[in-house]
């Protein structure tokens, strides 16, 4: 079924179009403000470029310059609030979304059809559209190499000038995350690949003299500014400490992470729905498949290779440390999974169960119902209603106060001042010790921020039993969902 025979150019780009807008209403409308977390150190890190004390430090996070600076651009121009903090996420999904139908455009229409809306659907890259983290850039950059090497294998594209964008590319991706290197095992499969079927030279001589280039400068500007040409790498591995999420200090669960803990994984957070898409042409690859003469084979391949580095790959070099099983660390994973299943099915006769409209309608409905389900959803971590409290009860109250909370507020609360800390002094009840309560102090209550991986709910139970052993009790000044605001008073 030739999408080509169903949509003519001019309505192929009004669907892309209205795949745009569709995408931009959802990141307006689904935006559920700061988690206070990742989100709340790169925005800090942005508005101290702008106010000129910016410089990067052993937190490796400061490293992550390709994604702090556009962020600090974006809050220069339009002020810092819950929208202007992921204006650069959210044009990277854009830029997802339009290299699908930038190859719907140069292949088949089902390309862009399909993986636009597929985008638009998935609830990892809305999520991570409507937040300040590193994925949906990184995303972007890795698919941009992905999407320029499949066009050199089907020999529609120019070697030199991919060559250079390619490169640039993942020089972007390094400057974001340094999970790029995942991408190694690929890369040394798509070069040893290309040389025994003596293909792609010139390609490859400009990607990896590029690349070299980049990672030499890369590597001199920390030689000359901090020291160590390999600055950045001993930063990452000297803050790779053991926590509830890393595995190499845990040897009972380290071969459930090396077998089926990644299985599981994969079933969350609708990250099932793209792989379960690609999973018939992974599975369905033969053995001549692995020489790429047919280039629609490079995307099943890809997503094979990186499958397996996510389950064996080290995040440490110095030693043994596989991935931690969050999914946001391989977001990427997802458009190459996308491009799997739109390379796959098109081709299917299951795909001609589409072709009756209500079919087609209802298909698409559903898919529609994910990023419903992710507008619905956001306001339940009553971001706004915590800004509104703590604006009126805390930052327009000049004395000084305590203020205990959960583990998040107590670390980005900064925001709601300006990220001027003043003199209020913010607790995490489940670290603070409890002979520091006194009468007078403010509780802020939103059990949206509590992590349960720290017990936080168990030990919020705790802080109230002291409350009630000393005699004292908490008077509610203000609620507005499920945020509310106590002050501590001494019973009569």
Not at 382 to 387: C, I, L, M, T, V
Not at 408 to 427: I, M, V
Request: hydrophobic share 50%; with cysteine; charged share 15%.
């Amino acid at each position: 079924m030739k999408a080509e025979r169903i949509f003519s150019p001019q309505q192929y780009r009004w669907i892309q179009l209205a795949i745009n807008l569709l995408f931009i209403a959802v990141w307006f409308f689904a935006n559920e403000g700061l988690s206070f977390w990742d989100d709340y150190t790169y925005l800090n890190f942005a508005n101290e470029i702008n106010q000129g004390r910016f410089e990067v430090t052993t937190n490796h996070f400061t490293s992550r310059l390709a994604l702090i600076y556009p962020t600090a651009w974006f809050i220069d121009l339009f002020g810092v609030n819950e929208y202007s903090m992921v204006i650069f996420p959210m044009l990277c999904g854009l830029g997802l979304i339009n290299l699908f139908f930038f190859l719907g455009n140069r292949v088949n229409y089902w390309i862009g059809l399909l993986g636009g809306m597929l985008i638009l659907c998935d609830y990892h890259m809305i999520n991570f559209a409507i937040h300040l983290f590193p994925e949906l850039p990184l995303t972007f950059c890795i698919f941009i190499f992905l999407v320029g090497y499949y066009l050199v294998l089907k020999n529609e594209a120019d070697y030199r000038l991919t060559g250079f964008i390619t490169a640039t590319a993942l020089l972007g991706a390094f400057l974001i995350k340094t999970t790029v290197f995942l991408l190694l095992p690929l890369l040394a499969y798509l070069f040893i690949t290309d040389r025994i079927n003596r293909r792609n030279k010139g390609f490859w001589r400009i990607f990896i003299s590029l690349g070299i280039f980049y990672f030499l400068l890369h590597g001199f500007w920390y030689l000359e500014t901090k020291g160590s040409f390999m600055y950045r790498f001993e930063n990452i591995a000297n803050n790779h400490v053991a926590t509830v999420k890393t595995f190499f200090d845990k040897e009972s669960l380290l071969w459930k992470r090396l077998t089926y803990l990644p299985l599981i994984t994969f079933t969350k957070g609708g990250y099932f729905i793209p792989l379960l898409l690609a999973l018939p042409a992974i599975i369905g690859l033969k053995r001549k498949d692995f020489n790429l003469k047919q280039a629609d084979k490079f995307w099943p391949i890809a997503s094979l290779i990186l499958i397996l580095s996510y389950w064996f790959f080290s995040t440490n070099w110095r030693y043994y440390s596989p991935l931690p099983l969050e999914t946001r660390h391989i977001a990427f994973f997802i458009p190459a999974f996308i491009m799997t299943a739109v390379t796959f099915w098109p081709q299917h006769r299951w795909f001609e169960l589409l072709k009756p409209k209500a079919v087609l309608i209802a298909t698409v409905l559903g898919f529609l119902m994910i990023p419903a389900y992710t507008i619905y959803k956001s306001g339940n971590r009553g971001f706004k209603a915590e800004q509104s409290i703590v604006q009126q009860y805390l930052v327009e109250d000049k004395a000084a106060q305590t203020v205990i909370t959960d583990g998040l507020n107590s670390y980005g609360y900064p925001y709601f001042y300006n990220f001027h800390q003043g003199e209020d002094k913010y607790l995490w009840f489940s670290e603070m010790d409890f002979s520091q309560i006194e009468v007078g102090d403010y509780v802020l209550l939103n059990e949206a921020y509590f992590n349960e991986e720290y017990n936080d709910t168990a030990n919020f139970a705790a802080f109230k039993k002291v409350v009630a052993e000393k005699q004292w009790r908490l008077d509610l000044i203000e609620e507005k969902g499920r945020v509310k605001l106590y002050r501590i008073a001494a019973n009569l």
